[in-house]
């Protein structure tokens, strides 16, 4: 499993990965919950599925304006390269 941002990990599957986001919860064996966000060919795609859903997330708790909304964007996409960044360390 790959950590990337918030509760988001990228999960290695025998296509490529499956984006998924920790619920915070536990199964009967003591195991965390994952729900499925998508699946995808390579870590590219995930990052760019990501950045859209994790974005999504953001924006969807109250009304925005646009100005917000890219601001909103802009730091999603910054903590996504410092995840990279910081994974190429």
């Not at 499993?1 to 986001?21: K, Q, S």
């Not at 990052?47 to 925005?64: E, G, H, I, P, Y």
Request: hydrophobic letters at 35%.
């Amino acid at each position: 499993m790959i950590r990337l941002i918030d509760n988001y990990c990228a999960i290695p599957n025998n296509m490529g990965f499956t984006l998924a986001v920790n619920k915070g919860k536990t199964d009967k064996e003591g195991k965390p919950v994952y729900e499925t966000i998508g699946y995808c060919g390579d870590i590219e795609e995930v990052l760019f599925l990501l950045k859209r859903k994790a974005t999504s997330d953001r924006v969807s708790t109250r009304d925005m304006e646009l100005s917000e909304v890219l601001e909103v964007i802009r730091k999603t996409t910054d903590e996504i390269k410092e995840a990279i960044k910081g994974a190429l360390t």
